[in-house]
Nanobody, 111 residues
Framework: QVQLLESGGGLVQWGGSLRLSCAASGSISSTNGMGWYRQAPGKQREFVADITHGGIINYADFVKGRFAISRDNAKNTVYLQMNSLKPEDTAVYHC?????WGQGTQVTVSS
């Protein structure tokens, strides 16, 4: 089993920034990729960004240039720096590692 614990969400104004963190614990494979997904009310969960153990990164088109994903392999932690936030970024942000998911952290961007 793998446990994923997200933190760093909150309420921010349009144009503001937040940094999300996700710490993994348990039976972790050091080679697993880690990623972020989000789910807004009434919508399906969508991909935001992911990063392999070796540092290869993918972003959804709607966050390119605004969000940055990074990871600290020694701490089994992945980060999501979110800048220039928009109201449409409001969602619950979930961390993933392999088949495992975190409970999510709420991000709300006010207009």
């Amino acid at each position: 089993q793998v446990q994923l614990l997200e933190s760093g969400g909150g309420l921010v104004q349009w144009g503001g920034s937040l940094r999300l963190s996700c710490a993994a614990s348990g039976s972790i494979s050091s080679t697993n990729g880690m990623g972020w997904y989000r789910q807004a009310p009434g919508k399906q969960r969508e991909f935001v960004a992911d990063i392999t153990h070796g540092g290869i990164i993918n972003y959804a088109d709607f966050v390119k240039g605004r969000f940055a994903i990074s990871r600290d392999n020694a701490k089994n932690t992945v980060y999501l720096q979110m800048n220039s936030l928009k109201p449409e970024d409001t969602a619950v942000y979930h961390c993933s590692m392999g088949l495992f998911w975190g409970q999510g952290t709420q991000v709300t961007v006010s207009s």
